[in-house]
């Protein structure tokens, strides 16, 4: 019997290969029932349904015409623990993907279910743990290395904006864990970090950064552009929570330095800042703008403000000092002007 082509080159059915003839058109089945309108069985181990495609048309096309409500075009359904229900497959040796999700949905919001690429869901028991989306890369991809998975977000236009790489949400509140990381050694499981649905967030080991200081996020008086990292600040009696430069030596109202890059910054908000926000080192080492005005200035000194706005010199006057130094020293500045490592110690 002769079978024409339903978007496949070829149909194998059972171990007999019927040919399409080229010169008919695509065959529809249609059916109104609640079964299937084409089913086909395998009884043995080789495919139920095998088709490819020699140009880069699919070698098998899914359709679900409906707008609104659940539907599928490919569905595909297994009964074992080890059964994959849909399986895609890259066989190239330089690249390739087995499979792509891709949504063009243009007004969905971000969460409500009704723009997503690839979606995972597990259905299952009270009490039974289950995954989702699982991504592996079998023995670290022969040593190379690999991503289980990842997230990427790439701009095709000039007016693209804003999009994130990675999100995760979790309905269960009261501490839940929105994220996890942990390690599978041999005979145990090791959490090693966690973020929950407070906010907080727990590891197991040290955290390391690129800066070397604590800093709070603080407005400023006046446009935030008028200011620099390195630049020492005061508290601005004018305003609530704001800071300002003086040109006050021995300044008790030294608040700490404007950092460079802060190792940790507290304060900030989860929405953007405002933009008169700047952060303050409190504690810890950070570059400083200094003037040897009172003097050359050595490793150890003692700081304090200066009458040059925005800097630091080195203290002399004992009586002045108490609760006006800012920090010491750790590098040296024989005369003019400049920038030094501070070990912020306001006392």
């Given amino acids: 019997m002769r079978i024409s082509a339903l978007l496949v080159s070829s149909l194998i059915l059972a171990s007999t290969t019927v040919v399409a003839q080229t010169n008919q058109g695509p065959a529809i089945f249609t059916g109104t029932n ?34 609104t409500g659940p539907t599928f075009a490919i569905w595909g359904d297994v009964f074992s623990s080890g059964g994959i229900g849909v399986r895609g497959e890259s066989h190239s040796t330089t690249g390739g993907a087995g499979m792509v999700g891709i949504t063009h949905a243009s007004t969905a919001n971000l969460g409500d279910g009704n723009a997503v690429g690839v979606h995972g869901t597990a259905q299952i028991s009270p009490g039974v743990k289950a995954i989702g989306v699982l991504g592996d890369v079998p023995n670290g991809l022969n040593g190379i290395g690999g991503v ?27 501490g839940a864990d929105i994220l996890v990381g942990q390690t599978f050694p041999p005979g145990s499981t090791k959490v090693v970090f966690r973020v929950d649905t407070f906010g907080d967030v727990h590891i197991a080991g040290n955290l390391f950064t690129n800066g070397a200081d604590f800093a709070e996020t603080i407005a400023v008086n006046g446009m935030k552009s008028g200011y620099a990292a390195g630049d020492v600040l005061v508290i601005d009696q004018s305003a609530n929570r704001q800071l300002t430069r003086t040109a006050k030596p021995y300044s008790t109202l030294v608040a700490g330095i404007y950092s460079t890059r802060p190792g940790v910054l507290a304060g900030s908000r989860m929405e953007k800042a405002p933009t ?33 706005a925005g800097y630091a010199m080195k203290g002399t006057n004992r009586k002045k ?18 920038v030094i490592q501070v070990l912020v110690t306001l006392q």
Avoid: R
Wanted: with cysteine; proline share 5%; charged share 10%.
């Fill in 34 to 67: 609640n079964s299937q309108v084409v089913k086909i069985q395998q009884n043995g181990t080789g495919f139920g349904l095998s088709t490819s495609s020699k140009s880069h048309a699919p070698s098998i096309y899914g359709q679900a015409t409906p707008t």
């Fill in 148 to 174: 289980a998975v990842m997230g990427h977000v790439f701009q095709t236009s000039a007016s693209g904006c804003c999009a994130t790489a990675g999100l995760f949400w979790n309905e269960f509140g009261d």
């Fill in 276 to 308: 008169s926000d700047v952060p303050l080192a409190v504690v810890g080492i950070v570059p400083c703008k200094v003037t040897a005005e009172n003097g050359a200035i050595h490793a150890g000194d003692l700081l304090v403000t200066s009458s040059k």
């Fill in 321 to 338: 000092m108490m609760g006006a130094v800012l920090g010491k020293a750790l590098q040296p500045l024989p005369k003019g002007d400049g």
